[in-house]
Every structure is written in C-alpha cells, then in structure tokens.
T-cell receptor, first 116, second 111 residues
Framework: DTGVSQDPRHKITKRGQNVTFRCDPISEHNRLYWYRQTLGQGPEFLTYFQNEAQLEKSRLLSDRFSAERPKGSFSTLEIQRTEQGDSAMYLC??????????????FGSGTRLTVV | TQLLEQSPQFLSIQEGENLTVYCNSSSVFSSLQWYRQEPGEGPVLLVTVVTGGEVKKLKRLTFQFGDARKDSSLHITAAQPGDTGLYLCAGAPGNTGKLIFGQGTTLQVKP
C-alpha cells in the first residue's frame, strides 16, 4: 500500500464549472475524511465517512458540495457551479476506526483547486 | 466550539536557534497531535500526546501536553533549515474521531 492517493494533484477550472476529486485511502482504513485548506492556514473539516456511511458534514459544506464513498473504498468530492472562493487545497485523510484521535490520520498530498 | 489557537503564527529564525510553538484551548482534549506540513504536500503526523503532563521527544523536537489537557507545546532545539514548514496541532472533540486543527505556525529556518 502506497498511502493515501488523491487525483488530480492540480485542477484549474472556470467559475461555474463542476469538478470532481478522487481519494483512495489506505486499504485497511475504515474512516475517510475530507478537509479544505487555504494557504498558511490549518485544514478545515468538511465531512467524513466510516465505511460507506457519511457520518458528519460541516456547515462549511454548502449544497454545491457532495461527497460519496459508494463501496467503502475510494471517495469522491464534487463541487458544482464552482466559485472563486472554492479555490483551496482539498485534503483527504484516512484512519483506522480505533481511536483515530490517538493513532492519527494519514493524509494524501491534496488536490489544489484554482477557480478562475 | 472547541478551538485550538496556535502562537506564533509565523516564525523566522536562524539555523541553530531554539524555538517554542504553543497550542492552546479553553476546552479539555483527550489527546492532542502535532503534524508538520511541507508546501504542496499533506500534513504528516509527528506525535500524539495523551496523558496530562506527558513529555515526548523526537530527536530535537520536544512535545508537552499540559497538566489540564487544554494546551500543548512543541520545542525545537538547534533548528535546521530542514525543519522549515507549517506546524499544526490537532485534537478530536468528544469521541467522534474528527480532528480539528489549529491555524498553524509557519516556521522558516534560515541557513
């Protein structure tokens, strides 16, 4: 296993277009998280899954955002009708569901989204 | 809302100097974690502190968890240019396993 993979690494899109990002977690990790990060700031929680169930969504996640993890493996994050304020690094992380607050997350390298 | 506040937000020092980064909250956390992030990459876990008053060492890095489990510090001895990066503290409110992060401390170590 090579860790958490995110695709694409970079995405430039025009305002109003839809974009979709993919995350492949570490195979034995049940939990998968999405975060958004702007330059020089800490990651902000967006949503997380345990297996295929989406357990929590942040208020930051507007109706334009949707995330899925259909078979409890990879996950996708879709942003519809992108706005310039959506420009950020989107980070995916995974963890075991055994006290992840003690064992920590493994993050992917992120997808850098630029909306022009 | 359980917030984690880090200070300072930005630190620029010369190679060989010592530094301390602080992470504070008004809430109690069962554990706190420290991550380091390089530009264009995701954060990488450095350490988890669990017990109030705990001190952990990782080479030149010393991590401490406050007795009341509301704060933590990261001390770097004899900083090197390779220590440059964004340092993040994180904790999980309640038992959800969802981490919240501080705003980060950007460290620049000049040769």
């Amino acid at each position: 296993d090579t860790g958490v993979s995110q695709d694409p690494r970079h995405k430039i899109t025009k305002r109003g277009q839809n974009v979709t990002f993919r995350c492949d977690p570490i195979s034995e990790h049940n939990r998968l998280y999405w975060y958004r990060q702007t330059l020089g700031q800490g990651p902000e929680f967006l949503t997380y899954f345990q297996n295929e169930a989406q357990l929590e969504k942040s208020r930051l996640l507007s109706d334009r955002f949707s995330a899925e993890r259909p078979k409890g493996s990879f996950s996708t994050l879709e942003i519809q009708r992108t706005e310039q304020g959506d420009s950020a690094m989107y980070l995916c992380a995974s963890s075991l569901d055994l006290s992840p607050s003690n064992y920590g997350y493994t993050f992917g390298s992120g997808t850098r989204l630029t909306v022009v | 809302t359980q917030l984690l506040e880090q200070s300072p937000q930005f630190l620029s020092i010369q190679e060989g100097e010592n530094l301390t980064v602080y992470c504070n909250s008004s809430s109690v956390f069962s554990s706190l974690q420290w991550y380091r992030q390089e530009p264009g990459e995701g954060p990488v876990l450095l350490v988890t502190v669990v017990t109030g008053g705990e001190v952990k060492k990782l080479k030149r890095l010393t991590f401490q968890f406050g007795d009341a489990r509301k704060d933590s510090s990261l001390h770097i001895t004899a900083a090197q240019p390779g220590d440059t990066g964004l340092y993040l503290c994180a904790g999980a409110p309640g038992n959800t396993g969802k981490l919240i992060f501080g705003q980060g401390t950007t460290l620049q170590v000049k040769p």
